[in-house]
T-cell receptor, first 114, second 112 residues
Framework: EAQVTQNPRYLITVTGKKLTVTCSQN?????MSWYRQDPGLGLRQIYY???????DKGDVPEGYKVSRKEKRNFPLILESPSPNQTSLYFCASRKTGLGNQPQHFGDGTRLSIL | EDQVTQSPEALRLQEGESSSLNCSYT??????LFWYRQDPGKGPEFLFTLYSAGEEKEKERLKATLTKKESFLHITAPKPEDSATYLCAVPPVGGTASKLTFGTGTRLQVTL
């Protein structure tokens, strides 16, 4: 089954404790991205990757890092999490970098930073 | 900067009561538009892509239409299982990726 898998689904942690949210897709997609979803603000892009070793900032990259060493994986790293990063996070992928193709989303990771 | 506005924010319908959701956008040129459905605790699920004004697409009780300034998602004789948040999004200029601009969604509740 074609899917985007995120782990963990839920995480409660404390300020400053480094964490990584993993994302994996099994569709051989070139393009992957991370979004955060907050009430009243909708989905906002954090980082995206056009292909292996190619990443770039989205609208709200501050406080986040990403890497793309393999085509299927695109982890999101919070080196020193803060309470304002409490949010619902989604990883997405699409076949290529063309913007007119639909994205496939994971089921989300709910992060709470205390 | 591209802006996407959805209305209403929330809509409550009785089963069988048809209605429409609106997505209006202020973008530099028509480049197409996506509709997604999002269930609680899930990621957005792709529904439709519309590329040009006048285009229509249908899936079960849903029909999406597109003009130069807005898109409508028409829901005909909805059922409780149609309850979800519906999101629209616009792709970037030139179609060369970077990001989608999403609206904040319409939360639809269909009751018996």
């Amino acid at each position: 089954e074609a899917q985007v898998t995120q782990n963990p689904r839920y995480l409660i942690t404390v300020t400053g404790k480094k964490l990584t949210v993993t994302c994996s897709q099994n569709m051989n997609h070139e393009y992957m991205s991370w979004y955060r979803q907050d009430p009243g603000l909708g989905l906002r892009q954090i980082y995206y990757s056009m292909n292996v070793e190619v990443t770039d900032k989205g609208d709200v990259p501050e406080g986040y890092k990403v890497s793309r060493k393999e085509k299927r994986n695109f982890p999101l790293i919070l080196e020193s999490p803060s309470p304002n990063q409490t949010s619902l996070y989604f990883c997405a992928s699409r076949k290529t970098g063309l913007g007119n193709q639909p994205q496939h989303f994971g089921d989300g990771t709910r992060l709470s930073i205390l | 900067e591209d802006q996407v506005t959805q209305s209403p924010e929330a809509l409550r319908l009785q089963e069988g009561e048809s209605s429409s959701l609106n997505c209006s956008y202020t973008v530099s040129g028509l480049r197409g538009l996506f509709w997604y459905r999002q269930d609680p605790g899930k990621g957005p699920e792709f529904l439709f892509t519309l590329y040009s004004a006048g285009e229509e697409k249908e899936k079960e009780r849903l029909k999406a239409t597109l003009t130069k300034k807005e898109s409508f998602l028409h829901i005909t004789a909805p059922k409780p299982e149609d309850s979800a948040t519906y999101l629209c999004a616009v792709p970037p200029v030139g179609g060369t990726a970077s990001k989608l601009t999403f609206g904040t969604g319409t939360r639809l509740q269909v009751t018996l």
